[in-house]
Each structure stands twice: as structure tokens, then as C-alpha cells.
């Protein structure tokens, strides 16, 4: 059974920092993109961050490029996200997903709540 878990969200000052974590199990973590998305109050879900299978190249939305960087350990199944300089539009609920297989079955953790505010 595939599992997604997010951790590290949480209440955090403007310009201050996060580090969220996102574990998996049930497929083979090494052949997935992995992504990041978030979702904040009355808006649709964005893609925030990609890294792909062996963490060679890196995507960023815009409005996070320099201050956000996605990562992962393919021998511990965990793929990462670390924000700096956090804004108050940085709120929202974000998302680990995974994107694997022939036919790029995608799957979802349950997602971690990120509040930025002074």
C-alpha cells in the first residue's frame, strides 16, 4: 500500500524557516518524480517544487525560486522541502506527491498545514 506522510509543518514569523519532510512507502522511491504542492485558503492547488528520480534537476514556481529547495534521500524513501524567508503568502496546506510507473500514476499524502504569521 502506497503511504505519503508529511511532517514539519506548523506557526512560523515571516522571514523565518521550515523544513518539511515527506515519507514514503509502498513503490520504489528512486524511479518517482517528486513533487510539492500547496494549497492555500480559496485557492487551487499549485505545484511549489519538482526533483526528479535521482535528484538531478529541480523545478520551482516562481514566486518560491531562491527561497525554497526540494531534496531527497533515495536510500531513506524521504523527500524534502526547505523554506527560508517565509511570507505570509506562503500559507497553505502543502502536499507531498509522488509520480511513478508507466502511465505515471500519481499518489498524495494527506498534507501538512503551513501558517505564516507574525
Known amino acids: 500500500q502506497v503511504q505519503l506522510v508529511e511532517s514539519g509543518g506548523g506557526l512560523v514569523q515571516p522571514g523565518g524557516s521550515l523544513r518539511l519532510s515527506c515519507a514514503a512507502s509502498?513503490?520504489?522511491?528512486?524511479?518517482?518524480?517528486m513533487n510539492w504542492y500547496r494549497q492555500g485558503p480559496g485557492k487551487e492547488r499549485d505545484l511549489v517544487a519538482t526533483i526528479t528520480s535521482a535528484g538531478t534537476t529541480t523545478y520551482y514556481k516562481d514566486s518560491v525560486r531562491g527561497r525554497f529547495t526540494i531534496s531527497r534521500d533515495n536510500a531513506k524513501n524521504t523527500v524534502y522541502l526547505q523554506m527560508n524567508s517565509l511570507k505570509p503568502e506562503d500559507t497553505a496546506v502543502y502536499y507531498c506527491?509522488?509520480?511513478?510507473?508507466?502511465?505515471?500514476?500519481?499518489?498524495w499524502g494527506r498534507g501538512t498545514q503551513v501558517t505564516v504569521s507574525s
Open positions: 509502498g513503490f520504489t522511491f528512486s524511479n518517482a518524480v
Open positions: 506527491n509522488a509520480m511513478t510507473g508507466p502511465v505515471r500514476t500519481r499518489y
